[in-house]
T-cell receptor
Framework: DQQVKQNSPSLSVQEGRISILNCDYTNSMFDYFLWYKKYPAEGPTFLISISSIKDKNEDGRFTVFLNKSAKHLSLHIVPSQPGDSAVYFCAARISNFGNEKLTFGTGTRLTIIP | DTGVSQDPRHKITKRGQNVTFRCDPISEHNRLYWYRQTLGQGPEFLTYFQNEAQLEKSRLLSDRFSAERPKGSFSTLEIQRTEQGDSAMYLC????????????FGPGTRLTVT
């Protein structure tokens, strides 16, 4: 059962435009969400996160939006740059002061077109 | 501190052989996680340590897999009698059980079982 879903395996965006990556989840117990970026032959790199008590978190060019009622979150990158080309993973977890294992989606490959 | 490190980065082994991977977490991090990633999938949780105690194991972790974290520092993941289905990227992540909630990943060990 895929609890975190990224339904778009790939996305191409022109340099300078906005990239929007989407993620849906099914487990209402998730209370913290993270986005990771992964280059080939490297481990995932933490990008930005959001707690379920918020609906938006912004860090420079990156903004994450959370819609709890729809169990949906999105990552906005603006403006998109060639270095943003990577695979982006959405992850979620349940905070329990112990094992806070992450449940990942299958990833979206973002390609920025110069 | 340069982040989470893993060794080796690549391992090719024949079916039936045993392999061992090492992870060195960020020094002040007391939580350590192992994940496995196969092609086209996101990382999947395998096991979790808080300090030296292994507190949870996924059902993905068959009895051929064993993990240790002596003295709460580095960790090892051993796979005995490897099978072709064990071919994957094995990722280690660490985090601190304080205010910072993000997990930081190492570069991974890519295992190929022939």
């Amino acid at each position: 059962d895929q609890q975190v879903k990224q339904n778009s395996p790939s996305l191409s965006v022109q340099e300078g435009r906005i990239s929007i990556l989407n993620c849906d989840y099914t487990n209402s117990m998730f209370d913290y969400f993270l986005w990771y970026k992964k280059y080939p032959a490297e481990g995932p790199t933490f990008l930005i996160s959001i707690s379920s008590i918020k609906d938006k978190n912004e860090d420079g060019r990156f903004t994450v939006f959370l819609n709890k009622s729809a169990k949906h979150l999105s990552l906005h990158i603006v403006p998109s740059q060639p270095g943003d080309s990577a695979v982006y993973f959405c992850a979620a977890r349940i905070s329990n002061f112990g094992n806070e294992k992450l449940t990942f989606g299958t990833g979206t490959r973002l390609t920025i077109i110069p | 501190d340069t982040g989470v490190s893993q060794d080796p980065r690549h391992k090719i082994t024949k079916r039936g052989q045993n392999v061992t991977f090492r992870c060195d977490p960020i020094s002040e991090h007391n939580r350590l996680y192992w994940y496995r990633q196969t092609l086209g999938q996101g990382p999947e949780f395998l096991t979790y340590f808080q300090n030296e105690a292994q507190l949870e194991k996924s059902r993905l972790l068959s009895d051929r897999f064993s993990a240790e974290r002596p003295k709460g520092s580095f960790s090892t993941l051993e796979i005995q009698r490897t099978e072709q289905g064990d071919s994957a990227m094995y990722l280690c992540a660490s985090s601190y059980s304080g205010d910072r909630l993000e997990q930081y990943f190492g570069p991974g060990t890519r295992l190929t079982v022939t």
